[in-house]
């Protein structure tokens, strides 16, 4: 088992930004590709963000390319989502998730999620 929990989330104007965390406990974290995803009201989870277990691999969803970094400390266990120059099109809640190994862009592939956290982009 993973256990997720995410933190960071706020309320921003536009064009600023917010630094997300995900802490993990559980199993080796080293092993396991960590993603971001965000859904907001009356829209369907979407891919945000996702880093290999080494870091050396990330993908970005076209929609955040240029503005979001991921990044991640396995001596810490914990995945970041630095968000700059913040749209209030990116008001979500924004969720933490973990699948084995290999990178995924689908929700449906990620077996551990964390309970979300609230961003929210004033205009």
């Known amino acids: 088992q993973v256990q997720l929990v995410e933190s960071g989330g706020g309320l921003v104007q536009a064009g600023g930004s917010l630094r997300l965390s995900c802490a993990t406990s559980?199993?080796?974290?080293?092993?396991?590709?960590m993603g971001w995803f965000r859904q907001a009201p009356g829209k369907e989870r979407e891919f945000v963000a996702a880093?290999?277990?080494?870091?050396?691999?990330?993908n970005y969803a076209d929609s955040v390319k240029g503005r979001f970094t991921i990044s991640r400390d396995n001596a810490k266990k914990t995945v970041y989502l630095q968000m700059n120059s913040l749209k209030p099109e990116d008001t979500a809640v924004y969720y933490c998730?973990?699948?084995?190994?290999?990178?995924?862009?689908?929700?449906?592939?990620?077996?551990?999620w964390g309970q979300g956290t609230q961003v929210t982009v004033s205009s």
């Open positions: 559980g199993r080796t974290f080293s092993d396991y590709v």
């Open positions: 998730a973990a699948r084995y190994r290999t990178i995924s862009l689908y929700s449906p592939d990620y077996n551990y």
């Open positions: 880093i290999t277990w080494s870091g050396s691999s990330t």
